[in-house]
T-cell receptor, first 111, second 111 residues
Framework: GAGVSQSPSNKVTEKGKDVELRCDPISGHTALYWYRQSLGQGLEFLIYFQGNSAPDKSGLPSDRFSAERTGGSVSTLTIQRTQQEDSAVYLC?????????FGPGTRLTVT | DAKTTQPTSMDCAEGRAANLPCNHSTISGNEYVYWYRQIHSQGPQYIIHGLKNNETNEMASLIITEDRKSSTLILPHATLRDTAVYYCIVRVMDSSYKLIFGSGTRLLVRP
């Protein structure tokens, strides 16, 4: 079946602009996660959605970052007033039980 | 979640077994050992997980010591496509919870 999909696959933006990254989880998966991976760095948790519960936003690096999940399915990660240090691969994952399925990621480059 | 320690890098010959160690000396009784891997330019992929018994699936085997302070992931017949960064993660068995990734082990499978 279809896996987790993310769009766009690549995004180049100018410093100060806002960007939106989209994640389509596997159908039926109740949990959705966002992570990011900076060049040469490990994966960093950002935010987690579970059903109708309040999201766990403990990993968001600043208030410029926000995310929403509409209808318990598609999620959008928004970064306002992008900075060069926001350049990274943003990964989305979804899960139903014990294993998380990751999408291919969106590579964000802030110039 | 308990912290894990893994070697920075390893290599093995194609066709041979790859044995990747992980130390998790502060693991709690309700924490499981998970393994994920990340092939270059892809999202992480779930491999296997276990609590205290040895586990095997189509991808790998997981050997956990009796005191649960360390474990070994075994790829029985490594192929070039197994070249990746392997992450050992310890976490409670909650079907939907963030993963805390360390730096992992970079495995290089040599032809």
């Amino acid at each position: 079946g279809a896996g987790v999909s993310q769009s766009p696959s690549n995004k180049v933006t100018e410093k100060g602009k806002d960007v939106e990254l989209r994640c389509d989880p596997i159908s039926g998966h109740t949990a959705l996660y966002w992570y990011r991976q900076s060049l040469g760095q490990g994966l960093e948790f950002l935010i987690y959605f579970q059903g109708n519960s309040a999201p766990d936003k403990s990993g968001l690096p600043s208030d410029r970052f926000s995310a929403e999940r509409t209808g318990g399915s598609v999620s959008t990660l928004t970064i306002q007033r992008t900075q060069q240090e926001d350049s990274a691969v943003y990964l989305c994952a979804s899960s139903l039980r014990y294993e998380q399925y990751f999408g291919p990621g969106t590579r964000l480059t802030v110039t | 979640d308990a912290k894990t320690t893994q070697p920075t890098s390893m290599d093995c010959a194609e066709g041979r077994a790859a044995n990747l160690p992980c130390n998790h000396s502060t693991i709690s009784g309700n924490e499981y050992v998970y393994w994920y891997r990340q092939i270059h330019s892809q999202g992480p992929q779930y491999i296997i997980h276990g609590l205290k018994n040895n586990e095997t699936n189509e991808m790998a085997s997981l050997i956990i010591t009796e005191d649960r302070k360390s474990s070994t992931l075994i790829l029985p017949h490594a192929t070039l496509r197994d070249t990746a960064v392997y992450y050992c993660i310890v976490r409670v068995m909650d079907s939907s919870y963030k993963l805390i990734f360390g730096s992992g082990t970079r495995l290089l499978v040599r032809p």
